[in-house]
């Protein structure tokens, strides 16, 4: 199985901060690679596919980008809104891991 | 407007079988790869099974082959998870998911609670 390493495990930030989040994939996955966003008692929310692509409808304040095995997830901005955890999932190949997950709060 | 619902969730006892299913509206159900991905109280999300579009492929994580098994009847768009030989590690509230350029469409979840 391909591990997927995320972190940090918790972030907090003020409103209007940029905010990064890293994925470490334990192998090579091309740019298979997914970001979701989970609000508590929701479903996760795709944010991001192929590293890099906004999901339509995302505000364009989230970014993915990729540099080997590393991929990021940067909010440009921060919003309340944007209060949730985050998780990254490989796609590459079976099973599609997911990161362990940052859970993201305003200071 | 895309739709996933999840049913058949409930409280079982150590041992005992429950079928989930997801019934899809909105897109093409037939021609999409589909998936159960799971999330244990207060954990992270899990992929527990998927099967492509054509039932060419089928998945199972290490640890529900021989228990679980993913159908898909495209006729009614819908989508189940039969669960047998449950354990109390099953616990966990139990997404469908469309799998697509990543997992794109989602319903709210069914809870699954084994325990005697």
């Known amino acids: 199985d391909i591990q997927m390493t995320q972190s940090p495990s918790t972030l907090s930030a003020f409103v209007g901060d940029k905010v990064t989040i890293t994925c470490r994939a334990g192998?090579?996955?091309?740019?298979?690679l997914a970001w979701y966003q989970q609000k508590p008692g929701r479903a996760p929310k795709l944010l991001i596919y192929k590293a890099s692509s906004l999901e339509s409808g995302v505000p364009s304040r989230f970014s993915g980008s990729a540099s080997g095995t590393e991929f990021t997830l940067t909010i440009s901005s921060l919003q309340p809104d944007d209060v949730a955890t985050y998780y990254c999932?490989?796609?590459?190949?079976?099973?599609?891991?997911f990161g362990q997950g940052t859970k993201l709060e305003i200071k | 407007e895309v739709q996933l619902v999840e049913s058949g969730g409930g409280l079982v006892k150590p041992g005992g079988s429950l079928r989930l299913s997801c019934s899809a509206s909105g897109f093409n159900f037939a021609a999409s790869s589909m998936s159960w991905v799971r999330q244990a109280p207060g954990k992270g999300l899990e992929l527990v099974s998927s099967?492509?579009?054509?039932?060419?492929?089928?998945f199972h994580a290490d640890s529900v082959i021989g228990r679980f098994t993913i159908s898909r009847d495209n006729a009614k768009n819908s989508l189940y998870l039969q669960m047998d030989s449950l354990r109390a590690e099953d616990t966990a509230v139990y997404f469908c998911a469309r799998s697509a350029a990543g997992y794109d469409y989602w319903g709210q979840g069914t809870v699954v609670t084994v325990s005697s």
């Open positions: 999932q490989q796609y590459n190949s079976y099973p599609h891991t």
């Open positions: 099967m492509t579009y054509a039932t060419s492929h089928i």
């Open positions: 192998q090579g996955i091309s740019s298979w």
